[in-house]
């Protein structure tokens, strides 16, 4: 909840609800009165009509984006067998299940798994790269008689990794 709080012409502001400002000369940093102190880490001018707040516990932008990547564990062809082997049956259902069933599903499965397999082998494991490769290959598949495209599948399949990875 917030409200807008207009200071002195030209100087206009959003702000949390639960701050007020007490007093402000010659656009120097305002002294600010805080209901719930706990909550802003800093107060920041940024020209002489704006300020930025950081609220405890928000995240910077750089933050907010999280590496996905695969287990190095996973880069053993044994283990990367496993998980191609895993992403065939888990995609294919998953395919006739969300959609119908239907033989694009199988190679789109096949495809897909033999494309997760490789990238494994090569030791990728970024999430981006393994879903970019997935989907230039699973292009190879006719698309014609099917509900599904290249990006769709790879997508598909790349969320199911993304859950199996979360149960970890």
């Not at 001018?45 to 984006?65: A, D, N, W």
């Not at 699973?138 to 990875?165: K, P």
């Amino acid at each position: 909840m917030g409200a807008t709080l207009i200071l002195s012409s030209p100087l206009k502001m959003n702000l949390p609800s639960n701050i007020a400002f007490i007093g402000l000369k010659n656009f120097q940093t305002p002294k600010v009165h805080i209901s719930y102190p706990h909550i802003i880490n800093s107060i920041t001018q940024r020209s002489s009509t704006q300020f930025s707040f950081k609220i405890y516990g928000q995240k910077e932008p750089h933050e907010l984006v999280e590496d996905l990547r695969v287990p190095t564990q996973w880069l053993d062809p044994s283990k990367a067998i496993q998980e191609s082997e895993w992403l065939r049956v888990t995609l294919h259902k998953w395919l006739d299940d969300e959609y119908c069933p239907e033989d694009t599903n199988i190679e789109i499965s096949k495809v897909a798994a033999n494309s997760y397999y490789r990238s494994l082998v090569e030791g990728e494991t970024d999430i981006g790269d393994i879903l970019l490769k997935m989907a230039s290959e699973l292009e190879s598949i006719s698309y014609q008689d099917s509900f599904h495209g290249a990006f769709s599948s790879a997508n598909a399949a790349v969320n199911l990794i993304i859950q199996r990875i979360g149960q970890l």
